[in-house]
């Protein structure tokens, strides 16, 4: 069962401010997509809707700690840790590195540090507002917790 997961992506000019520093709030939308790419690397999807009836994953907590900048054109590597799992939410941990010149990250210091804390919801209720629920268990099984030694590897 997986427990991480890695992507690498450019970092394109529209990801940028004026001085050509990836802007803060890009990060967490390459969090989610990674996420997206994670679940569907594991034959599933983020949302579901049949008829009336949807499911999703709305975040509950998120964070971002940044300890250098991306500049336009650098290849990052996000590595996504699945950091707890209950049976009704999912805790991701995201690390950023800065790919170098020979497409390693091996000795690339965590350039930003996230978290993702998503819910599992559904619109099952009489009034259709999405509440949490547990997890179905065909899901549960297909991911795990990454180990202590994994969490606690120097980033």
Known sequence: MPCEFRARRLV???????AGI????????????VEHAFIRSIGETVHVQVGDKMTGWPR???????FAPFR?????????????KTDKAITYRFNF????EGGSTASSP????????ALF?????????????????SFMR???AAPPDLLNADP
């Not at 509950?60 to 940044?66: D, I, M, N, P």
């Not at 965590?110 to 804390?117: C, Y």
Request: glycine share 4%.
């Open 12 to 18: 394109e000019f529209a990801d940028t401010d004026a």
């Open 110 to 117: 965590v350039v930003a540090r996230g978290a993702v804390t």
């Open 60 to 66: 509950v907590e998120v964070s971002c700690r940044y």
């Open 97 to 100: 590195r800065k790919v170098d």
């Open 22 to 33: 990836m802007h803060f709030a890009n990060y967490f939308r390459i969090m989610e997509a």
């Open 142 to 144: 297909l991911i795990e």
């Open 121 to 137: 919801a559904t619109n099952h209720g009489p009034d259709g507002r999405l509440r949490a629920a547990p997890m179905p268990e």
């Open 72 to 84: 336009f054109q650098d290849e990052m590597e996000v590595q996504l840790l699945v950091e707890r």
